[in-house]
């Protein structure tokens, strides 16, 4: 399918995943002290499971597709890890001590962890632009970690939260370049022909796995009182049903239409859809520094990615 030009539908789809994530990451710090961080992912994919099932029976309804997902279990669990299991329990983890906006923030710097991850395990030397690009976002990252005291860099006590995110983006990289890269197995002719939902519905299953391994060794290590009410239910579905299912499949729509490159500056909007909702719902409102930061990171990637 070949990319179209922007249209207002189109932008709107596009903007609905940002402001999706950015509100993942408020509601995870709502939850904070209430349910354990690590069981917030693991009921997050469980609860998406249960809408997942049913759209994507097919990859999985039949001995015949199911010899299909366990011929290809290997790089299956490493998407299911990265992606699933590690990317969005250390996000949860992180913000325990970070802020949504910091965290947002520290988001937006990806393409600096999917350079260094293409270099080094991919062969993809980065081009001059992208070397610029990570640079500028890299201080946009500094900035925030420093809380916009670049002078005392050397001596930052760093915020736990902030160095996590740091492995999430990492562990986001990896999941991305096997998304672009994969092996044999699932490329081309060789890979089964899942849609959409079904590919999303195996790696749940898969990512499921890790995260309900690292709930249980959460609950064993860390023993947490689970304060259940209402609002937390209603807060852990609107995880399920917004950010992991809703902002995915508009997103997979919106590339489909427009194409990576355009659809990638739409990602952008994250920290600023944060800072708005973090002033809103948490109280706590944007510093000087957070804008200086969000233009370096936007500057970095626009630099990164023109041709």
């Keep these: 399918m070949t990319a179209q030009s922007l249209n207002v ?15 993942n990451a408020v509601a995870g710090r709502m939850l904070v002290g209430i349910v354990p961080p690590v069981m917030i992912n693991a009921a997050r994919w469980i609860l998406a499971l249960m809408v997942l099932l049913p759209l994507g029976w097919q990859a999985i309804g039949t001995p015949a597709a199911r010899a299909q997902v366990l011929a290809r279990w290997k790089p299956l669990a490493l998407l299911g890890l990265t992606g699933v ?14 802020t949504p906006l910091n965290v947002t923030l520290i988001t937006a710097s990806s393409p600096v962890c999917m350079m ?52 999430a983006m990492l ?30 519905l195996i790696q749940t299953l898969f990512g499921l796995g890790w995260a309900g391994g690292a709930a249980l060794l959460e609950a064993a290590l860390v023993p947490t009182q689970v304060h259940w009410s209402l609002a ?8 399920a049903l917004g950010p992991s299912i809703l902002a995915y499949l508009c997103w997979g729509r919106g590339v489909a239409a427009v194409g990576p490159s355009t659809a990638g500056f739409f990602i952008n909007l994250t920290p600023l859809f944060a800072a708005l909702l973090q002033a809103l719902l948490l109280g706590v409102p944007p510093q000087a520094y ?9 500057a970095g990637i626009v630099v990164s990615s023109r041709r």
């Design 171 to 200: 562990s986001w990289a990896f999941y991305s370049w096997m998304l672009a890269k994969p092996p044999a197995s699932m490329a081309g002719d060789q890979r089964p022909a899942w849609d959409w939902w079904g590919f999303m």
């Design 290 to 298: 957070h804008a200086l930061a969000f233009a370096l990171i936007v």
């Design 232 to 239: 937390t239910a209603l807060t852990l579905v609107y995880i």
């Design 9 to 23: 539908r189109t932008a709107l789809l596009l903007t609905l995943p940002p402001l999706l994530w950015a509100s």
């Design 85 to 98: 299991g590690a990317y969005n329990a250390l996000q949860y983890v992180a913000l325990t001590t970070s």
């Design 116 to 167: 260094i991850v293409g270099a080094l395990f991919y062969g993809q030397r980065p081009t001059g632009r992208g070397l610029l690009g990570a640079a500028l976002s890299l201080l946009g990252v500094a900035l925030v970690l420093a809380r916009g005291e670049l002078a005392s860099l050397a001596g930052i006590q760093f915020v736990p939260g902030d160095l996590l995110m740091l492995l």
